[in-house]
């Protein structure tokens, strides 16, 4: 017979290779649910909190927001969720992603033309920090 498999906090941040302070912050913030305690009052987690917090630290990688993770749970807690609302929220990050990343390139672009107004010299006069300070 096969029993369920208990862990510490500390056991499943090393699993999932992240920290002990990581997994009480999910904790406090609600994406993780209280685990029950032992009756030494330890708290024991078990696969389902292992599976919640990979799902966690995996969307975080891949950018998603706290609340775009809060959204995705809610849809997997409530287990009547569509393949089509799930890829809603996905689409909706993608939008996000796609205008942070044309938002940083016309931040090198600006960051670019500023750099090659300055010749390095070592008079006090500097062209980015005029630009810097310009009002416009």
């Given at each position: 017979?096969?029993?369920?498999?208990?862990?510490t906090?500390g056991?499943?941040?090393?699993?999932?290779?992240?920290?002990?302070?990581?997994?009480?912050y999910?904790?406090?913030?609600?994406?993780?649910?209280?685990?029950?305690?032992?009756?030494?009052g330890?708290?024991?987690?078990?696969?389902?909190?292992?599976?919640?917090?990979?799902?966690?630290?995996?969307?975080?990688?891949?950018?998603f927001?706290?609340?775009?993770?809060?959204?995705?749970?809610s849809?997997?807690?409530?287990?009547t969720?569509?393949?089509?609302?799930?890829?809603?929220?996905?689409?909706?990050?993608?939008?996000?992603?796609?205008?942070?990343?044309?938002d940083?390139?016309?931040?090198?672009?600006?960051l670019?033309?500023?750099?090659?107004?300055?010749?390095?010299?070592?008079?006090?006069?500097c062209p980015?920090?005029?630009?810097?300070?310009?009002?416009?």
């Amino acid at each position: 017979m096969h029993t369920a498999r208990n862990y510490t906090r500390g056991q499943i941040a090393a699993l999932t290779g992240s920290n002990i302070e990581t997994v009480r912050y999910y904790e406090s913030i609600a994406l993780m649910p209280d685990p029950p305690r032992s009756a030494n009052g330890f708290r024991v987690y078990d696969q389902r909190h292992l599976k919640r917090l990979n799902f966690i630290l995996r969307s975080r990688k891949l950018g998603f927001s706290i609340e775009e993770i809060r959204s995705l749970l809610s849809l997997v807690d409530e287990e009547t969720f569509t393949c089509d609302e799930v890829k809603e929220v996905t689409v909706s990050h993608q939008k996000d992603i796609k205008q942070k990343i044309s938002d940083l390139r016309k931040l090198e672009k600006n960051l670019a033309t500023m750099i090659s107004q300055c010749d390095g010299g070592t008079v006090p006069h500097c062209p980015i920090i005029e630009t810097l300070f310009s009002t416009n």
